[in-house]
């Protein structure tokens, strides 16, 4: 398909960024609906979309699939998991507060193997993001023009929004490592489902930066017999969500 350039321009107008284990037809649903919408699309609206790709059985699948294999985000199988659960059974706060740390572990342990490393996070983000994709263009792996793209997009991403002063994240949703970390934010700043969409789709892309280092497939997860099972928790994880949402 080529470079995806112009994807991640309009994306990041609405914070959003070009993730992996995404088909283009999801993206392309996402940037016409953008289109469709006079004002651009509203962050609960994006949050509509974002809620089929990262379904429960999506989320299961990358969870067997990708997560378990992938070195050093397979470090943090555990944490992962409650994450991801926490998110099913509707507990906003607690599912992005367990996440948003495995995004600055994975980062620093890979960036450190890659002989990238910095003091600062923003900055080893930018040093791995620009390790990989110097990797994939020189070697011309796989589609290296589409992989550019998505590198780029998430290392906007990840420095300017996800790690941006707090005072200065321009989305209402306000999913902001240092706002919700060092608590600028209270509970009607953020605490919703999207919060979550963008902090698991920012671990997809490490997941897809360490698959670069390591040499294992860019193919998004095939489905299996322990993921269905996993997929069938989180749906019964959300049904104990709406119970809990119905007597708070």
Not at 34 to 49: F, H, K, R, Y
Not at 113 to 122: D, P
Request: hydrophobic share 35%.
């Amino acid at each position: 398909m080529g470079s995806l350039d112009s994807w991640s321009v309009e994306f990041d107008k609405i914070g959003w960024f070009i993730p992996p284990y995404v088909t283009i037809g999801q993206m392309d649903e996402i940037l016409r609906s953008n289109t469709e919408s006079p004002s651009g699309l509203a962050q609960p609206d994006l949050e509509v979309i974002l809620a089929g790709i990262y379904s429960p059985s999506n989320m299961a699948s990358l969870y067997i699939e990708k997560y378990s294999t992938t070195p050093f985000v397979k470090d943090y199988m555990k944490i992962l998991g409650d994450g991801l659960e926490a998110h099913f059974l509707g507990l906003h706060y607690a599912a992005v507060a367990t996440l948003i740390p495995v995004v600055e572990g994975v980062s620093r342990r890979l960036a450190e193997k890659r002989c990238v490393g910095h003091k600062y996070i923003k900055q080893t983000i930018k040093n791995l993001c620009e390790s990989c994709k110097t990797e994939v263009t020189n070697k011309k792996l796989g589609a290296y023009e589409e992989a550019e793209s998505m590198i780029d997009s998430f290392e906007q991403f990840a420095t300017k929004k996800l790690y941006a002063d707090s005072a200065q994240y321009p989305h209402d949703d306000n999913t902001n490592r240092n706002g919700i970390t060092h608590a600028a934010y209270a509970d009607a700043d953020y605490g919703k489902p999207i919060n979550f969409y963008k902090t698991v789709a920012a671990i997809n892309s490490l997941c897809f930066l360490s698959a670069i280092d390591s040499g294992l497939s860019w193919s998004p997860p095939k489905g299996s017999e322990s993921g269905m099972k996993k997929s069938l928790y989180y749906s019964i994880c959300q049904k104990i969500a709406t119970i809990r949402e119905q007597n708070s």
